[in-house]
């Protein structure tokens, strides 16, 4: 499996299918690991961090918990494009992306799993699933910590669990989070509310591509930030039950409460954006998103019949910066790809 090949379609994340997945579009399941006896990453030498990014892609690859079809990126030595392509697809951080220091991530064939090496901690293992499945999620990657744990000795205290580089994950090291599509929260006001009901609740609540990124098209990262004092199942059960199902009724209350009170709007705002995804000739990555995201609620709500959620997610995705210049062959300037954009959207719409 090559980047480019990985360019031309949707991967795990974006799959459009799975419970809930009209509000959650993707559930990810994070661990953060480190190698015992070894300094943590940002305390290791140029070639200690050398000779452990080489060990634990031997290690990773060797243990078959990438399946079938499995590959290795080497990302310190990848170019820009690529890295941004990986970034676009969830299967690097925005840090791993930007990073200094030899470095790499294992992807399986489906995308549903990639391990970082070298990002914050000497590992970062993540399974992706569409849609709300975070119970296979966490039962996926506990099986392949459980076979690296076989290979690898992990940093691990008695009272305080794994050892993490950052303390806010020391414990489990489990990070759990969902991706979420709330464009009636944001149509009706009451998006703000829910930004503060997540602080409230120890929330952690960032944009498309996690920490430091700005929220598109209405799209919402969510996860836990406490990982010390409870056990992985814990976390899972009570981010589910307490915490996702709340955002979810709040983002469903939201597209009742428009459809009954705010008819004319709600349909004008769905209307307008589909009308300049078929006429720009020009479009940015914001103005896409944003247009994009009113599109996918008006297929949601049945407003839209004629337009699958499948054409919806590939033309989020592969309407990206790096995907449009993967996918073309070519670097390109801002303009440059937002007429390629504006063209690729205008095609799948079946506009000339």
């Given amino acids: 499996m090559t980047l480019t090949e990985l360019s031309r379609h949707t991967g795990e994340w974006l799959r459009g299918d799975g419970p809930e997945g009209d509000v959650v579009i993707s559930s990810r399941v994070r661990l953060a690991r480190n190698l015992a006896g070894l300094p943590f990453l940002g305390r290791c030498t140029p070639d200690h961090q050398q000779e452990l990014e080489q060990r634990l892609c031997r290690e990773i690859l060797d243990s078959g918990v990438l399946g079938e079809g499995g590959f290795y990126v080497d990302v310190a030595a990848a170019g820009e494009l690529d890295r941004r392509l990986l970034v676009e697809r969830h299967l690097i951080s925005q840090h791993h992306a930007e990073a200094n220091c030899p470095r790499g991530v294992a992807i399986s064939a489906d995308e549903s799993v990639a391990i970082m090496v070298n990002e914050e901690d000497h590992i970062r293992m993540q399974v992706l699933r569409s849609g709300q499945r975070l119970d296979e999620a966490i039962g996926r990657i506990n099986t392949i910590d459980d076979k690296l744990d076989q290979r690898l000795d992990f940093a691990f205290h008695g009272r305080f669990g794994y050892l993490t580089a950052c303390p806010t994950n020391v414990g489990t090291g489990l990070r759990v989070s969902v991706m979420l599509h709330m464009p009636a929260l944001t149509l009706s006001g009451a998006i703000e509310k829910a930004l503060r009901a997540a602080g409230d609740m120890h929330l952690a609540i960032r944009g498309m591509h996690g920490e430091g990124t700005a929220a598109m098209g209405d799209f919402f990262q969510l996860s836990n930030q406490t990982t010390l004092g409870k056990t992985e199942q814990q976390i899972v059960e009570e981010f589910t039950g307490e915490v996702l199902g709340a955002f979810i009724a709040y983002e469903l209350a939201a597209r009742d409460g428009l459809a009954r009170s705010q008819r004319a709007v709600l349909d004008d705002r769905i209307s307008r954006a589909l ?67 504006a063209d690729y959207i205008r095609k799948r719409l079946g506009v000339k």
Avoid: W
């Avoid at 033309?315 to 070519?330: D, Y």
């Fill in 275 to 341: 009308a300049v995804l078929k006429a720009a000739r020009v479009m940015s990555t914001s103005e896409m998103m944003y247009m994009l995201s009113m599109v996918r609620l008006g297929v949601n709500t049945g407003r839209i019949k004629d337009i699958s959620l499948d054409t919806i997610n590939d033309m989020f995705l592969l309407t990206q910066p790096a995907h449009l210049q993967k996918i073309l062959g070519k670097t390109m300037t801002p303009t440059e790809r937002g007429v390629a954009r």
